[in-house]
Structure formats: structure tokens, C-alpha cells
């Protein structure tokens, strides 16, 4: 599906061949991101590892009770926990293949519906006002919230203050927040190459 975007800062447009975008892959990678970034350290103590006696509670026979044998069964209060959770990684696999494609589609979503600019060069000084400015003349007035996508460092530290910019370096563009933002802005030179290469999920 080929788009054709004007670069803000030339005269030059760049058309992109992007594929369609499917909701259920990119909800795949998302999903695979989310994954990785769990920290997976929620522990709970079995019968087995928490403290207290080991003394029987009561005889076996002739009390009329149930029979129970430990203080540190899950059904008494301050007993071990059955089934809790342990400290786990809930990272797994997802093919390169489907992860640019996830990337391709995000930014095909965004180019689609008209929130995708590319900028040749930012020229910003690293002052917020600056970029508020620069902003403010590429019809970006903080009623949206804008992932900037950029290795100029200056235009990053200009941005960076704002609370409705999110700043992100071109090498860490991924499509978990690409979908969080509402507009996508992003150096024209990463579409140079191979703008598909998303290895670790942001």
C-alpha cells in the first residue's frame, strides 16, 4: 500500500510501501512487549518455605474434627499460599519477521490516518520554547499526544520537558508507543534504510 508524505523542512516526498494494518498482529507484538517488560518478581511462600511449628495441632482421633497434621496449611490464617505466584520470566519469542511487520503496520495506521510527519532537520537550539514554537507551526499545539522520534539530541532536549511529547531516539521507535501517541514525528532519514529493524521491544 504505497503512501506518499511530504518531508517538513524540503521540498523532497518520500513514498513509503506499507503494508495494511491488522489489529490482531499488532496486538500480537504489543502483547510481546508488554511481556518482556515484566519485572515477574511477585513471590509468595508455600507450606513448604513458611515459617512456624511443625507440631501437630491436635490428636488425629477423638476430638471430632477434621484432621490436620500442620499450622502452616494454606486454609489457616498466616499458612503458606497454594498455587501463589513465584518469581518468573514472562518474556517469550516472537519471529522478526512478524515484529517489523508490526512496526511497518503501526506506522501505516499513523500515515493513514494523517499523523505521521516527517521532518528533514528540526533546527531547534535545545530551548522548549523552541520547539513549542516549531510546533505550534506544523500544526502541533498540545492537544495531542506526540511521540518524537529523533537522534538530533537538541530537538530531544527541547521536547523532552513537555508533558504531551514523548522523546524517543530513532534506534528505539517500537510499536507499543507509536499506538500510545496520536501523532507520530519522526526523522526523515530513517527512511533511508531499513526502518523494519526493531530487535528488542522499547
Not at 512496526?103 to 499513523?110: F, G
Not at 508533558?163 to 530513532?170: E, G, H, K
Amino acid at each position: 500500500m504505497p503512501v506518499t508524505l511530504s518531508i517538513v523542512g524540503s521540498e523532497r516526498k518520500v513514498t513509503l510501501d506499507l503494508p495494511e494494518p491488522q489489529a490482531n498482529v499488532l496486538h500480537e507484538v504489543v502483547s510481546w512487549q508488554l511481556a518482556k517488560r515484566r519485572r515477574g518478581t511477585a513471590s509468595t511462600k508455600t507450606r513448604g518455605t513458611v515459617s512456624g511449628t511443625t507440631a501437630k495441632m491436635y490428636p488425629q482421633k477423638g476430638t471430632g474434627r477434621a484432621r490436620h497434621g500442620s499450622y502452616k496449611a494454606p486454609i489457616f490464617v498466616g499458612g503458606g499460599i497454594a498455587f501463589g505466584p513465584l518469581p518468573r520470566d514472562y518474556s517469550y519469542t516472537l519471529p522478526k519477521k512478524v515484529r517489523q511487520l508490526g512496526l511497518a503496520m503501526a506506522l501505516a495506521d499513523r500515515a493513514n490516518s494523517g499523523k505521521l510527519t516527517l521532518v528533514e532537520a528540526f533546527n531547534l537550539n535545545g530551548k522548549t520554547k523552541e520547539f513549542v514554537s516549531w510546533a505550534k507551526a506544523h500544526g502541533l499545539d498540545g492537544s495531542e499526544r506526540v511521540l518524537l522520534v529523533t537522534d538530533d539530541e537538541l530537538a530531544r532536549r527541547a521536547a523532552r520537558n513537555l508533558p504531551w511529547v514523548a522523546v524517543l531516539s530513532c534506534s528505539g521507535l517500537n510499536v507499543y508507543d507509536i499506538l500510545r501517541a496520536d501523532h507520530l514525528v519522526i526523522d526523515a532519514a530513517m527512511f533511508g534504510a531499513d526502518f523494519t529493524a526493531q530487535e528488542e521491544g522499547q
